[in-house]
């Protein structure tokens, strides 16, 4: 086995080690309970606004996607 080899079998079992310990971490600090929630946050900062969720200004024609 050459160095080259070495080197890249060493990296991945490192980057597989990091991604087990996030992947243990979200786990254990509750980042995949109720992932459903997430979605309805945007709704219960707008319902209560004047413009009831309503953008209050059109974007500039510099700002518009010309496609």
Known sequence: MDEATL???IMSIALFLIFVGFLF???K???FKNSE???YILFK???GTPSEGKPTSTPKE???NVF
């Open 62 to 64: 510099s700002e518009k």
């Open 45 to 47: 900062h707008t319902a």
């Open 29 to 31: 600090s509750g980042q």
């Open 25 to 27: 971490w979200g786990i």
């Open 37 to 39: 929630e997430a979605k």
């Open 7 to 9: 080197a890249l079998v």
